[in-house]
């Protein structure tokens, strides 16, 4: 209807030629455009060319008639005003949002593209408008210029103000033009001086015009100002000529009236009462000095005053102030008075002040202050008191406004404040400002947030941080409670853990200092007796009995034992610990955890690692151990230092955990300590704030959560550079405690209980260099300092913070704390210990090792015992601690074993859980590369909806008919699933609405040249041409134009480039398979668009072009897919080729990858596993470098040591592979961004990424195949390895017989089937369909159908000879493997340590038993003995007593009456029958026979006497008697030992074995059975060095099946003065060569020949042995005994020499030659186990193959110097020291030389 009457308009306006229809038009115009509201732009735009028809023709009328101008201009101002209005819109239209009626607009946009869209329609409409208030004063102008032009110079000036818009018109002289005021209703210009404006000339008349706009038309500008006021525009024109004024010296003051919305922000601040000299401050921004605050505070308190002041740039106070003024409200009565008086001027109920701007930007401060009371009515003042205390607060109210002058730019299409200044005397209902131009003004009004700056802290604020208190009190009541607890600790359960023994009276001379540490396990203590026994390199100490009352072994203790020897022991090598069990329940057992010995006259220091339980309870149930010398070696190994320093350094140096557990004697105490912990705990409270930061909204944030907690990767980063920032003060504060000395008030001296010195104060951990004490008080004020401020700054910052951020600093602050308790304490402390046992060794050693000095020393009562008198208990006690110590030494080969079996399974188990640890990070890059879960859903997801339907394109037109429907609609959907058109969110995906596509899919065709093969002449009648196939040397490159034309001449195409043309594969990269061959990727390629349409349209032009013809060979289909949501890749690659005989076969690849780094926290994760494995990685090949280093060429003869170096160039190559992975992926993301060259870019990275997750699968492979190694312990694993070795030759030959024959049948079937049957097609297929047939998968059917014949014939040959025949010899072939792994014996070694396992683990669950021996009848025997020698200790001192000490030995009896007889203990005679068990010494060492003292087979050519022993007997020959005939034996050791000793122990002795031997001759023993002791089969089945039990006894049953054979005597026989019988005929002998090692030496066929498995050097030992029992058969006229060297078999290590000699010596007496046997070693120790219980030695078990000889037969001659005849046996034989022969003591008249050098006879003249 409007457009409609608007039409009319325009239709009349050319109607309008006299000047009453020019009136009634513009009325009409006014009534129609009035009346029509929201009216379109296209009406507008007509309406205005109205206007302007009308303003065109006002010539007609008399303008300069008032009512005409009010009736035509008011209506022209009404139509104007009209047109300009717009409806005001709600401030949420303004938020950047669609405009309602975009929302409801096709959902197929986005809402970017919505939002682009109402971009462009807003810019539309405003450039609209911006033509519309052009026009429009174009009107306005139109208008003026008629009422001017008809208006006398100086006539009044006309204004007309109608439809919001105020036109006012005059012409004044130029000469009167200055200084006036021109105004409209509202406002008003006041006009600069004639001078200022036309300072050269004066004009001859000066028209004016000022314009009002009620609303800003102005609306298109978008810079920071804006006018939100009137509009007012003055224009000045001279000589009807516009004037332009432009920085004027006099500024155009404007009163510009203020929008009727404008009111100021108001808000109450309340101070709590009472709130005398209270104050707040309020702070205002400034930016220029067209802008102004207008500031009101009005009191809410009646009778108080404020004092309001301000100042810029800084808060006010009492001297300095921009403004000062005050403001109160008087109380009712009082305002009466003043009111009734006349003096109203004194009541102030409000402050006003206006702030304007400065040049630059400028904060301004107001303090609003409560000064006091009213003081005008002194006569109420009481009463305002009372009123003003009854208040419960003070208040004001304060209303601020921002008031701003703005112009229009008309240059810069925008508002600016430029050239403007506002004025002083604005108010919120007009601006006044300053302008030194002229154009449109207006002015902004805006109320900004108020900032508040609190001068005093007020708690009530702080109610919102709840968090952030309650955490600050926290921490103080954690640490004052902490404290007290600590106090009252160590003032109640102060214990002393370093204790000083002295032993005895330090009078021998020779002084020696032993440190033990106790271990700190539970119960580690012991109140047990203690005793201990070195061994020294000279001498051995005694058994040291430590008996003492205080209980000083407690847990964690160090004990320091101080003692003197007779002689100087030398380098120490053993330490021998021990206890009786005498403690009470669990203060029985003991653990020692290190132990060092001091000689304190060299000063020399021995270091011994123990480590172990000395318990009948636990353990191995022993409670005696005896521990080596720790070597150089030992102490600077990494193993021993770092786990010891790491204890160490824990206990000192983690701040939180050494409160609890720092060493006792640290200068660095619990209290000081605590203060530190309180330092750090509230540092990193202000340090959380400080580096609290929000989260980034657009980053992948991924949380895990912990209980209550979670944890991102940015707040565990805020933990670290808090820890970071705390460090250096915390350090500071550490330093000055750590290193400052002590205070010297109330120490306690220490006296030196070694020397007996002064006494000296106790030592204490630190250095020797300190700080001074008074550091300790600055670290103090240090921890005072940092705590207090650190819990202000934390309030103050948690001002500004609200309740969510302030659990968010809590959650922060919690990780900061777990951050440095578990994160960086450790890393430090691990660093230190790094440090330290890598370079700082012997430090670290002598820090491990230090002696920590008790207050007091203590006396063991052995010192006072001495001089007491006889003591029967102390005495038993020794004798029971001599008897462990000698027990100990006889097990101490057993012990060592156990000790490395237990280092073992140590070892074992960390190597597993290491190789698991890492295993377990190449599994995780492998799963994170491969995602096989997610990997495997997508590519299903992409096979199913891209490929399902390649198998139906058959021929080109199918093809096209798949492109066409199947493979556009699954590239780009044009449907739904609903079947409507997809919505916007849905229109970027592909079919399966997950994935979307990387780049456009590319079509790529292989191919051939022509004229490569051509038709036979007598066939070119019916086929005219040929095309060959395809591959490399036939394939088409090149360019050509559409249709397949070859371009000749490129470059007449410049312009226009080829329509196909070839492009080549991308590099590096993999063949791409199909059904019939493989291709490399290149060909004529294109992209098929971006769209549906696109692609529509490509795909026709290339069909009507006939891009595929029969030259076609193969089409790629490639496209490059990216879901999401899954964060993966998918290449996809449809094969389509097209064969000679017109067939299309199809194929596919789909791969789904990973390109680049997996999103958020997860993806760091995995970086970091990444760096660590490749640091475990360097790690390993230096160790295994070092190793191989070490072991040389032998290091390639081990299997595993071959997987090993595999296993590294495999990671290699993945590292290498994963920077070209890096590389390559880079370059395809880039190339997405740049969009070019993107299929060679993707071709190679998927090629890059498949070939790196291929070796990454294998190295995962490869490693858990290591596993195997590591438990190849297991008995089962052991088994099946042995049939592998076992069936090895075998089966490799069957193999290689085996595809021979597959190979045969493979060939013919793939000659004679495979043109007809598919499963024969190829001879790939042909090789796989005959291993399925021989697995049972027959074929039968194809190859009767295809030849009915042959194909039967074939199957069944191939079943008979395949199936049936050669199948059932693998299974022979296994079968006979199985029996040896029936009969399989695992190692010994590999047995005892799966014991050892057993017993470790049924311990940890608790289930382990310490095994119990029944020794009682030697025990019973031990205790009878020492009876004995109690018995006659006392009654050598009764008769010393009785007789004063002047017996003589004559007067000894012979037999004492007094000594009760003993029944059923053997004569004398049985104990020299019982040679077979006897213990011979050396015969360097002393001039005795035989002697017994239980110890095992060993010599050292400068040490003590080394006894060469038999073991105890079996459990059944463990009787008293022969316990007792041991005895005397003992005995009479001793009184040998006891020659050159006082004569009055040798009396004691003496008669005490007379005793014994009294009662021994009634009964005799029988010759001792071949049964084996406990000990005995033990040392056999756990792979230990046979004893001379097992040489022995071997011996006895050789002796029984072979009567004839002369030797087999005992061992030691040979060890012995008179040494071995002389043999005359065939014999056998095992030796013993005194260096732990067993020959055996043989008579056979007129030669001496020795067997020795380790082919060492003839000791002296041996030759004299061998000369013993072979002088018959010596060349009597030179004495020299020729003995035979044969080669024979070695031993793998150094512990089977004994079951070697036993092996030869049961073949050698069969009568066969050993020199080319080899014995199956993992069988021969069960095999002698089981001879032993049969009674039998019987052939050892043999390998199947032979031994080669190598090298010659070597020959030893022995010389001999003897005078007499040689008897039977040869006697005591000696070397000569000067000519190196042998010779006969007794028949050279020679005598026992002083020096212990001997010489023979020859020699000596």
């Not at 210990?833 to 670290?844: E, G, V, W």
Request: with cysteine.
């Amino acid at each position: 209807m409007c457009r409609k009457a608007i039409k009319t308009l325009v239709s009349e306006t050319g109607l309008a030629q006299t000047p009453q229809r020019v009136q009634k038009l513009a009325e009409l115009s006014s009534l129609v455009i009035k009346s029509c509201p929201g009216i379109p732009q296209e009406d507008k735009d007509m309406a205005v060319d109205v206007l302007k028809s009308i303003t065109s023709n006002l010539d007609q009328l008399d303008m300069s008639d008032p009512s005409t101008v009010e009736s035509v201009g008011g209506s022209l101002l009404e139509s104007v005003g009209s047109l300009l209005e717009e409806p005001e819109r709600d401030d949420e239209e303004d938020d950047g949002k669609p405009a309602p009626d975009l929302e409801e607009e096709d959902q197929s946009l986005s809402p970017k593209e919505r939002l682009e869209k109402a971009e462009e329609k807003e810019q539309k409409n405003q450039a609209k408008k911006q033509r519309l208030v052009q026009e429009s004063h174009r009107v306005l102008d139109g208008l003026y210029n008629a009422i001017i032009s008809a208006m006398r110079l100086g006539a009044p000036p006309v204004t007309i103000k109608r439809g919001g818009i105020a036109l006012r018109a005059q012409k004044v002289r130029g000469d009167q033009f200055g200084g006036q005021v021109v105004q409209t209703e509202g406002g008003s210009f006041h006009v600069p001086s004639k001078a200022a404006l036309f300072p050269d000339y004066t004009p001859h008349n000066v028209a004016i015009k000022l314009t009002q706009f009620v609303q800003n038309p102005f609306t298109w500008g978008r810079g920071e100002h804006q006018a939100r006021s009137s509009v007012m525009e003055l224009s000045l024109q001279q000589n009807n000529i516009p004037v332009a004024f432009n920085n004027l010296t006099e500024d155009f003051n404007i009163t510009i009236p203020g929008g009727s919305g404008n009111k100021p922000a108001t808000t109450t601040i309340t101070f709590p009462a009472p709130g005398n000299k209270s104050s707040s401050y309020h702070l205002l921004n400034l930016t220029n000095t067209a802008e102004g605050f207008l500031v009101t505070i009005t009191p809410l308190n009646r009778s108080v005053v404020y004092g309001i002041s301000g100042r810029y740039g800084g808060r006010p106070d009492d001297q300095n102030y921009n403004v000062s003024m005050e403001t109160y409200v008087l109380p009712e009565e009082c305002a009466l008075m003043k009111t009734l008086s006349g003096d109203e001027d004194t009541e102030k109920r409000e402050a006003t002040m206006f702030v304007s701007g400065e040049d630059g930007p400028v904060n301004y401060y107001i303090k609003v202050q409560i000064r006091g009371p009213v003081t005008e009515c002194d006569f109420e003042k009481k009463d305002d008191v009372k009123e003003s205390h009854a208040d419960d607060f003070y208040a004001y109210q304060i209303q601020w406004a921002r008031l701003s002058c703005v112009y229009w730019s008309e240059t810069q299409e925008d508002w600016s404040t430029d050239g403007c200044t506002i004025s002083k005397q604005s108010t919120i209902s007009s601006t006044v400002c300053h302008c030194n131009h002229l154009t449109a003004f207006g002015s902004d009004f805006a109320t900004p947030p108020n900032t508040f700056d609190f001068g005093e802290l007020n708690f009530s604020d702080l109610v919102d941080n709840v968090a952030v208190v309650a955490a600050i009190i926290a921490a103080l009541c954690l640490y004052f409670s902490t404290t007290a607890v600590v106090t009252i600790a160590e003032r109640r359960g102060k214990r002393m853990l370093h204790h000083a023994v002295k032993l005895d009276n330090l009078q021998n001379g020779c002084l020696y200092r032993l440190l033990i540490w106790t271990g700190a396990a539970k119960h580690a203590g012991t109140e047990s007796t203690l005793s201990f026994k070195l061994f020294g390199a000279a001498a051995n100490s005694d058994v040291r009995v430590v008996d003492i009352t205080e209980k000083v072994f407690t847990q964690s203790s160090q004990v320091t034992l101080t003692f003197s020897t007779a002689e100087q022991l030398g380098n120490v090598e053993l330490l021998q610990l021990m206890h009786d069990n005498s403690g009470e329940g669990g203060r029985a057992s003991w653990n020692v955890d290190r132990a060092a010995v001091q000689d304190l006259t060299s000063g020399k220091l021995f270091y011994f690692f123990c480590g172990e339980w000395l318990a009948a309870d636990r353990g191995d149930g022993q409670v005696v151990k005896t521990f080596p010398v720790a070597t150089e070696q030992d102490l600077r190994s990494f193993g021993f230092l770092f786990p010891a320093s790491l204890r160490s350094n824990l206990a000192e140096e983690h701040l939180f955990l050494s409160v609890a557990i720092m060493p006792e004697d640290s200068a660095f105490t619990r209290s000081e300590r605590l203060g530190c912990c309180l330092s750090l705990l509230l540092m990193s409270m202000v340090s959380s704030a400080m580096w609290l930061r929000e989260e980034i909204g657009t980053q992948v944030v991924q949380a895990i959560s912990l209980g209550p907690f979670s944890f991102t990767l940015n707040g565990v980063y805020t933990g670290v550079m808090t820890s970071i920032t705390c460090l250096p003060v915390i350090m500071a504060i550490v330093l000055l405690f750590q290193y400052s000395r002590p205070s010297n008030k109330g120490d306690r001296r220490v006296r030196d209980v070694e020397t007996g010195g002064p006494a000296e104060a106790p030592a204490q951990q630190g250095p020797a260099k300190r700080l001074p004490h008074w550091c300790k008080y600055v670290a103090w004020v240090l921890v005072v300092l940092s705590a207090v401020g650190s819990a202000v700054f934390t309030a103050l910052y948690s001002l500004m913070w609200g309740k969510d951020k302030s659990e968010r600093w809590l959650s922060a602050y919690f990780t900061t704390f777990l951050v440095d308790m578990f994160l960086m304490q450790p890393a430090k402390i691990l660093l230190l210990t790094i440090l330290t046992s890598s370079i700082r060794k012997p430090q670290a050693v002598q820090k491990i090792f230090e002696e920590k000095r008790g207050p007091v020393s203590i006396d063991a009562r052995t010192v006072s015992a001495q001089k007491a008198r006889f003591s029967s208990d102390a005495f038993r006690m020794r004798r029971k601690m001599e008897q462990l110590s000698m027990t100990s030494l006889a097990n101490i080969k057993q012990a060592r074993m156990r000790q490395l079996r237990d280092r073992r399974v140590v070892n074992t188990f960390w190597d597993i859980m290491w190789f698991c640890c890492c295993l377990l990070i190449v599994i995780s890059i492998a799963n994170e590369h491969h995602n096989t879960t997610e990997g495997f859903y997508q590519t299903q997801s992409i096979a199913n909806t891209f490929v399902q339907s390649m198998d139906e394109v058959n021929d080109p037109l199918t093809f096209w008919s798949w492109l066409y429907e199947t493979a556009l609609g699954n590239f780009y959907p044009e449907t739904s699933y609903k079947g409507d058109k997809p919505r916007w969110q849905d229109k970027s995906f592909t079919a399966d609405m997950q994935s979307v596509l990387v780049y456009p899919p590319s079509l790529i065709q292989g191919r051939v040249q022509t004229g490569l093969c051509t038709v036979p002449v007598t066939m070119q009648h019916l086929f005219d041409e040929c095309s060959s196939a395809y591959d490399e040397h036939t394939k088409e490159t090149g360019a050509f134009e559409k249709g397949w034309k070859r371009v000749r001449n490129t470059s007449a195409m410049e312009s226009e480039a080829p329509g196909w043309i070839h492009l080549p594969s991308a590099y590096p990269s993999l063949p791409i398979y199909g059904v019939t061959t493989q291709y490399w990727g290149d060909g004529f390629g294109l992209h098929l668009g971006k769209s549906a349409d696109e692609m529509r349209s490509i795909l026709a032009e290339l069909k009507a072009h006939r891009w595929i013809d029969k030259r076609t060979r193969v089409i790629f289909l490639e496209a490059v897919l990216y879901n999401g949501n899954l964060d993966l890749f998918t290449s996809v690659t449809m094969v389509f080729e097209f064969s000679e005989t017109a067939g299309v076969f199809s194929h596919h690849h789909v791969h789904t990858f990973r390109l680049h780094q997996r999103p958020g926290t997860i993806g760091y994760i995995y970086v970091l596993l990444e760096i660590v494995y490749v640091i475990i990685l360097l790690y390993t090949l230096w160790t295994e470098g070092k190793t191989a280093r070490a072991a040389g060429l032998a290091y390639l003869k081990e299997p595993w040591n071959i997987v090993e170096i595999f296993n590294f160039i495999l990671a290699f190559t993945i590292i290498a592979l994963y920077g070209f992975k890096i590389m390559y992926s880079s370059k395809a993301l880039m190339a997405i961004k740049e969009g070019k060259d993107l299929v060679h870019h993707f071709r190679s990275a998927v090629n890059i990424s498949l070939v790196y997750g291929w070796f990454l699968a294998f190295l995962t492979f490869v490693n858990m195949m290591k596993l195997l190694q590591l438990v190849r312990f297991n008995p089962f694993l052991s088994k099946l390895m042995s049939v592998f070795r076992g069936m090895a030759g075998e089966f490799c030959s069957f193999i290689l017989y085996f595809f021979f024959w597959l190979s045969a049948f493979g060939v013919y079937a793939y000659l004679m089937f495979g043109l007809t049957v598919t499963e024969y097609s190829t001879i790939s297929k042909s090789f796989s369909t005959l291993f399925q047939m021989s697995l049972g998968n027959f074929y039968y059917y194809q190859l009767k159908e295809a030849a009915p014949i042959l194909g039967p014939i074939y199957f069944f040959a191939f079943i008979s000879l395949i199936f049936l025949v050669l199948m059932n010899i693998a299974m022979a072939i296994i079968d006979s493997a199985l029996p040896d792994v029936r009969n399989h014996d695992m190692p010994e070694e590999d047995q005892y340590f799966i014991q050892g396992l057993w017993e470790r683990f049924t311990a940890f669950f608790g289930f382990w038993k310490v095994p119990v021996t029944d020794d009682d009848s030697m025990a019973i025997l031990h205790e009878s003995l020492i009876g004995v020698e109690i018995t006659v200790e006392k009654l050598w001192l009764k008769r010393e007593s009785l007789f004063n000490l002047k017996m003589k030995d004559a007067d000894l009896p012979a037999e004492p009456e007094f000594v009760p007889t003993v029944k059923d203990v053997p004569d004398a005679a049985a104990v020299e029958l019982h040679v077979r068990h006897r213990v011979i010494k050396v015969r360097p060492a002393s001039s005795d026979n035989c002697t017994d003292n239980g110890s095992q087979a060993t010599h050292s050519e400068n040490k003590a006497p080394v006894v060469v022993a038999s073991r105890s007997p079996s459990k059944l020959e463990d009787t008293p008697e022969n316990h007792q005939t041991n005895q005397v034996v003992k005995m009479k050791s001793i009184l040998s030992k006891l020659e050159k000793s006082d004569k009055k122990s040798t009396r004691k002795v003496s008669f005490a074995l007379n005793v014994l031997v009294r009662h021994t001759e009634e009964h005799k023993v029988e010759w001792p059975s071949v049964k084996l002791s406990v000990y005995n089969e033990m040392a056999l089945i756990y792979h230990q060095m046979l004893t001379d039990d097992h040489i022995q006894a071997a011996q006895m049953l050789l002796r029984r099946q072979y009567p004839t054979l002369q030797g087999l005597e005992g061992p030691a026989v040979g060890l012995c003065d008179d040494g071995f019988v002389k043999m005359t005929g065939k014999g056998l002998q095992i030796h013993h060569n005194n260096h732990q090692h067993w020959v055996l030496s043989s008579y056979t066929d007129g030669k001496v020949c020795l067997y020795d498995s380790l082919s060492v050097p003839m000791t002296p030992s041996l030759q004299t042995q061998l000369y013993q029992s072979y002088a018959a058969f010596a060349d009597q006229t030179r004495n020299t005994l020729t003995v035979f060297l044969l080669d024979v078999q070695h031993q793998r290590n150094v512990l089977d020499c004994g079951l070697f000699a036993i092996a030869w010596a049961v073949d050698i007496a069969e009568g066969q030659d050993v020199s080319g046997v080899l014995y199956n070693n993992r069988k021969m120790r069960s095999h002698l186990k089981t001879c032993f219980k049969q009674g039998n030695l019987t052939p050892f078990p043999r390998l199947s193959s032979t031994r080669k000889k190598e090298g010659r037969t070597k020959v030893q001659r022995i010389t001999l110097v003897c005078h007499c005849k040689q008897g039977k046996r040869l006697g005591r034989m000696q070397r000569c020291e000067a000519c190196q022969r042998i010779f006969h003591v007794s028949c050279l008249p020679v005598s026992p030389p002083s020096d212990g050098t001997w010489t023979c006879g020859d020699c000596a003249v």
